[in-house]
Nanobody
Framework: QEHLVESGGGSVQAGGSLRLSCLAS????????MAWFRQAPGKKRDVVAA???????DYRDYVKGRFTISRDDSANTLYLQMNNLKPEDTAMYYC???????????????????WGQGTQVTVSS
């Protein structure tokens, strides 16, 4: 069974940093593109970063220069390094797996078949 487990969330002050991790199991991790989504209370879910199977990445404009998505295929782990955090970044962050295998290093709202339970990120002003 496909399973994704996020960790690394927490509470930080504006300007701080966090590193999120997503441990994947139950599928061939290296064959699938991945992404990080986030959702704040009362807001729609938004994709913030994506990474393909070859390491190519794509980001929302509002996180460019601050967030870095990466993957370690040997460890079946996806990462999101978040620097210079802002209160607007406060949300539940989810790791997501593309529904189809292949290299898709670009943002997309659809086409994800598996999700983790999320990890909360809270940024105070």
């Amino acid at each position: 069974q496909e399973h994704l487990v996020e960790s690394g969330g927490g509470s930080v002050q504006a300007g701080g940093s966090l590193r999120l991790s997503c441990l994947a199991s139950g599928y061939s991790f290296s064959l699938y593109s991945m992404a990080w989504f986030r959702q704040a209370p009362g807001k729609k879910r938004d994709v913030v970063a994506a990474i393909g199977t070859k390491g190519g990445t794509d980001y929302r404009d509002y996180v460019k220069g601050r967030f870095t998505i990466s993957r370690d295929d040997s460890a079946n782990t996806l990462y999101l390094q978040m620097n210079n955090l802002k209160p607007e970044d406060t949300a539940m962050y989810y790791c997501a797996k593309r529904s189809s295998s292949g290299d898709y290093p670009f943002l997309g709202l659809l086409g994800y078949s598996s999700w983790g339970q999320g990890t909360q990120v809270t940024v105070s002003s």
